[in-house]
């Protein structure tokens, strides 16, 4: 089974919300990722949870706060968001130590941001 | 025929004909490469990947050639169904210590098969 779940599938919010986007897998991974995605744009690495503590952070703002409660969940909360954070936001998993560790993604949730 | 511009790169071709995606990678100490295909709406799905200790691999009905020297990585599909409708993204893992789990994706090419 290589299946990452991520909820809600779409989200819509404003900038004075507080939401949060859930990811769940059930792989034995020990490495979880966020990415941001923008249309006809490459995903871009925001978070790597390595062991369930923090090891990347790519200079996201701090709207955006990671939390990875157990090996098997992550979550993105979102605080104060701007329009210009309206993309979609995928999660990933992978294996850790291996050099050719395959990251599996999950669907995705599309946020809008108003 | 393939065309870049403004928008994402983009390759055509007719259904059953064999569809080469092509990808210049950044990094030459990169050892390791990955292939997704992302549908519509979708999330990035693995296709087929390859370590730089070898310069060809095969799946099903995919393979993949590195060619380290001028570091350049292809994805041949063959006999193209329109399924294999998407975009292709070529992913990199650089081989510098600290960043193990990082990933750097090439920008995309739209496959659209042709009925």
Redesign the interface.
């Known amino acids: 089974d290589?299946e990452?779940t991520?909820t809600p599938k779409h989200l819509v919010m404003g900038m004075t919300n507080k939401k949060s986007l859930k990811c769940e897998q059930h792989m034995g991974h020990r490495?979880m990722?966020w990415y941001k995605q923008k249309a006809?744009?490459?995903?871009e690495?925001m978070f790597?949870y390595?062991y369930e503590k923090l090891?990347?952070n790519e200079s996201v703002p701090s709207r955006f706060s990671p939390e990875c409660p157990n090996s098997s969940l992550l979550n993105l909360h979102l605080h104060a968001l701007q329009p210009e954070d309206s993309a979609l936001y995928?999660c990933?998993s992978?294996q850790?130590?291996a050099?050719?560790?395959?990251?599996?993604?999950?669907?995705?949730t599309?946020l809008t941001v108003l | 025929g393939e065309s870049v511009g403004l928008h994402l790169p983009t390759l055509s071709v007719q259904e059953g004909d064999n569809s080469i995606i092509n990808c210049a990678y950044s990094n030459s100490a990169s050892d390791y490469f990955i292939w997704y295909k992302q549908e519509s709406g979708k999330g990035p799905q693995f296709i087929i990947d390859i370590r730089s200790n070898m310069d060809k691999r095969q799946g099903q009905r995919v393979t993949v050639l590195l060619n380290k020297t001028v570091k350049h990585l292809s994805l041949q599909i063959a006999a193209t169904q329109p399924g294999d409708s998407a975009v292709y993204f070529c992913a990199e893992k650089p081989g510098y210590g600290g960043a193990t789990n990082k990933l750097i994706f090439g920008t995309g090419t739209l496959l659209a098969v042709q009925p």
């Open positions: 290589t990452v991520q490495a990722y006809k744009k490459p995903p690495l790597v390595s090891s990347i995928l990933a992978s850790v130590g050099r050719t560790d395959t990251q599996y993604f999950g669907p995705g599309r």
